[in-house]
């Protein structure tokens, strides 16, 4: 069979699928591993799909958001690791930005009894940084009722006035080529100038994000420090382009 049968079959799989592995194309193929990485990779650089560990998933730009509800019951295991993780990084008088997001919420039990202050547009956190005394400031801005998020162009003005010593952002998608992104362009601008503001940047991000784009540019990789659950997941690619921390 040709490469160019079988780069057929592979991006058809992966259009009924989103995602497959090699050992899946091994079998449908009748071919070698070999001949499926060297097929991955010359479909990865036609920009078709993205390599992630033992597979691929196909590359396309993601629309849909879930909202913070459904977020909320969703890979709770995997945030709690991941708020775990980074709340080894907080230090005493740490002044960070805590974004809004369901991961970066998990975060904020490890803040108890810690002299720090936080800086947050979520409004879904406000009520638990009180109810663990931690000293806090809600940025202003418009309501994105969906994710609870203060974004425009007040969210922005106020972030524009503050420095941190770290910041911990959420993200939708990760990717080798096009970076950090996320659905909504509004939210984009405000991670960013957090990122741009601070003198260290995490994103907080299990491994279902990565391989995902999505409409609106975070950061690039080298921006920040990658905080996940499974660094055995993560595909070489991305390791080589990104600082990683995790399980």
């Given amino acids: 069979m040709l490469f160019e049968e079988r780069a057929k079959l592979i991006i058809k799989q992966l259009e009924e699928k989103s995602t497959v592995s090699n050992k899946e194309l091994v079998k449908l193929l009748d071919v070698s591993e070999a001949t499926i990485r060297r097929d ?16 691929a998933v196909l590359k396309k730009i993601e629309v849909k958001e879930d909202t913070a509800e459904e977020k909320f019951v969703s890979r709770i295991k995997e ?6 993780i980074a709340s080894i990084l907080i230090e005493e008088k740490d002044f960070i930005f805590l974004d809004a997001g369901t ?7 490890y803040l108890q009894d810690k002299n720090i202050t936080v800086v947050t547009n979520g409004l879904m956190h406000l009520e638990e940084l009180m109810k663990y005394n931690i000293n806090s400031y809600l940025i202003g801005g418009h309501i994105k009722k969906s994710t609870k998020a203060l974004v425009g162009s007040i969210a922005l003005n ?10 911990f952002i959420g993200a939708n998608g ?18 960013s100038k957090a990122i741009e503001n601070s003198l260290k940047a995490y994103i907080l991000a299990d491994e279902t994000k990565f391989g995902k784009v999505y409409f609106s540019k975070i950061a690039e990789l080298r921006q920040g420090t990658i905080i996940t659950n499974d660094i055995g997941k993560i595909s070489d690619e991305i390791k080589k382009k990104a600082k990683i921390l995790g399980a």
């Fill in 103 to 109: 991961t970066t919420f998990e975060l904020i039990p």
């Fill in 158 to 167: 106020n972030l524009k006035t503050v420095n941190f010593s770290k910041a």
């Fill in 40 to 55: 991955l990779d010359v479909l990865e650089e036609e920009g078709i799909l993205n390599r992630v560990h033992g597979g």
């Fill in 174 to 191: 990760i990717d080798v080529e096009y970076g950090v992104t996320t659905p909504d362009i509004e939210e984009a601008s405000i991670k």
């Fill in 79 to 84: 945030k709690k690791q991941i708020a775990k």
